[in-house]
């Protein structure tokens, strides 16, 4: 991912950690990228929505809804990857 730095990414990975604790509102596990969301974390589809919000406002980023696909939510490493992409084509 041309243009996202290591702490780039730590930093978005921190922000999905925040916002899943505050959206599934029960102590996590250590995340990791390869912590799956709906899988291990039980995320649903209300919470992706929520989840998403909170990562708008802390982020402060907006993202395409248009380019949303289920794929993105996979897993914290996947999320994180499209995050990165999008702050990067608006950044």
Known sequence: MPG???TDRARIVAEISAA???VLDYDLPELTEDSRLFDELGLDSTGVFEM???LEESLDIEFDTDSLE???FASVRSLTDF???ESGARG
Request: charged letters at 15%.
């Open 20 to 22: 899943l604790h505050d």
């Open 83 to 85: 995050i990165a992409a």
């Open 4 to 6: 996202t730095t290591t």
């Open 70 to 72: 289920m794929a993105h």
């Open 52 to 54: 998403l919000m909170r």
